[in-house]
């Protein structure tokens, strides 16, 4: 069900699904009901309350939301919150992003009285240029965490994610971006450019392997759309005498 599991601070989790988990996104024509299935499988899996995960929706923004901690706090009427990043200010909540070429990122970081403070962000070409890793990096330091780390999870290749030269063009202000296919044309690297501007806000960062385009266990837009959605997972993993806020997706 994993393509990666690993650990942050303290009991935290991170963790990037595979197509093993299967489609986990209700927007790409699939059945409702089988998606939901699929999510309570992966909740149990995560050792999680059914239910507590929490997703977004996502546009391809810059805009981050913060995920309320307590149950009281939440409507278990309401959409999800249109964003490109959550974050979690007590890492109470298990976190979700979905992708399926764009870069999965889920960080984590401690405020000075210990408390973890985490967060999940997508991203997509538009919202890497547009800051959303900067700006989920500062919505965490609001909220008191230090000692950043993130965990940049499997996308397209630099090698792989072929773009017209007026993208690459656009792209230029970001260091790293510029890259070349495998085939000789142009091309844009955005893992390796994520990772230069996690680094340069003074962010730990971990990449992890694969490339959606390759990897057949991953799902992959560009490859075979239309195609599911994998997850990256950030959370506690709770024991039985421990309960999580509910939230509606």
């Known amino acids: 069900m994993f393509w990666w599991e690993g650990h942050g601070p ?26 939901q299935r699929r999510r309570r499988a992966l909740e ?24 309320p901690a307590a149950a009281r706090d939440r409507d278990a009427e309401a959409a999800p919150p249109v964003a490109d ?17 764009c870069l999965p990122v889920l960080l984590a970081g401690t405020s000075t009285g210990g408390t973890p403070v985490t967060a999940a962000a997508h991203a997509g070409r538009r919202g890497l ?23 940049i999870g499997p996308s397209v ?6 773009v017209p ?13 510029a890259s070349q296919t495998s085939w000789g044309t142009p091309a844009l690297d955005l893992p390796g450019a994520a990772a230069l501007q996690l680094s340069a806000l003074g962010v730990s960062v971990i990449r992890l392997p694969g490339c959606t385009m390759e990897e057949p266990a991953l799902f992959s837009h560009r490859r075979d759309a239309p195609t599911g959605r994998f997850a990256g997972l950030i959370w506690h ?13």
């Open 10 to 35: 303290g009991d935290l989790r991170v963790a990037f699904t595979d197509t093993s988990a299967g489609n986990l996104a209700l927007h790409v024509g699939d059945d409702a009901g089988a998606v």
């Open 44 to 67: 149990e899996h995560m050792g999680v309350q059914p239910g507590a995960l929490q997703f977004m929706e996502q546009v391809h923004s810059p805009t981050v939301a913060q995920v």
């Open 85 to 101: 990043a959550l974050v979690s200010s007590d890492g109470s909540v298990p976190l979700a992003v979905m992708v399926a070429d």
């Open 129 to 151: 240029l547009d800051g959303i890793l900067p700006n989920t990096v500062q919505a965490m330091r609001d909220a008191g965490a230090r000692s950043l780390a993130a965990w």
């Open 157 to 162: 290749c630099g090698r792989c994610y072929e």
């Open 165 to 177: 030269e007026a993208m690459l063009a656009d792209a230029a202000h970001l260091p790293g971006a």
């Open 237 to 249: 993993r709770q024991t039985k005498e421990q309960k999580l806020p509910v939230s509606r997706r």
